[in-house]
């Protein structure tokens, strides 16, 4: 998978996505579909960054330096640095993720 889908215009990238008991084997750098917290109806593609329990360092609008992850949430961060990720909204929550990315085209 490219580092941005649909990189060259005119060209269609396809994900299978895969729904079922994804949550427990969810690792960083998977790439998940998660609803948005803000707005549930929207959906975004995002590549996990951190699980439960792991520490990371954020990049600005988030207001703290670092930040841990509570236990059943993850952080997730888009490919491009301008996108709308857990850097804008925090650490998600599992029960937002709607299944993880398992071949692409």
């Known amino acids: 998978m490219s580092p941005t889908l649909n990189p060259v215009k005119g ?11 994804f949550k427990e084997s969810l690792k960083v750098g998977d790439v998940v579909f998660i609803r948005s917290p803000v707005d549930p109806e929207k959906l975004y593609a995002k590549r996990i960054k951190a699980v439960q329990g792991d520490t990371v360092v954020t990049r600005h609008p988030y207001p703290k330096d670092k930040v841990s992850i509570p236990r059943n949430h993850l952080w997730v961060e888009g490919d491009n640095i301008h996108s709308v990720d857990s850097n804008n909204f925090g650490p998600i929550s599992l029960g937002l993720v709607l299944g993880r990315a398992t071949h692409d085209r």
């Not at 060209?11 to 079922?20: E, T």
């Open 11 to 21: 060209y269609s990238d396809y994900v299978i996505l895969w729904k079922l008991n």
